[in-house]
């Protein structure tokens, strides 16, 4: 559905598990395309597919906490979207 509705093109990885699914993504200066994701521990399958992403610097956080209150990854964070000063 996101990409029928968007004007921008999306590469797709598909997880064998649904909350290891749940990512942060962040374009840093300096650092490129980061990834924070679900610990080998906690989703080993899921993280061999996300290991594929060559270009990205992959950083597992452990959601083992979260879980157990139906939390996860993004529900612990603040996104804020900068703009760039011309």
Known sequence: VMQKMSVHH?????VPNDVAANC???DL????????HC???EFPESTKVLEKLKD???IPV???EKVKVNG???????LINKKAQV
């Open 10 to 14: 999306y590469d797709t990885l598909t």
């Open 24 to 26: 942060i993504y962040m």
């Open 29 to 36: 200066p300096e650092k490129g395309a980061v990834l924070l």
């Open 39 to 41: 610990t080998p521990q």
């Open 56 to 58: 990205h610097m992959l």
């Open 62 to 64: 452990s959601n083992m």
């Open 72 to 78: 996860a990854l993004t529900c612990c964070s603040v």
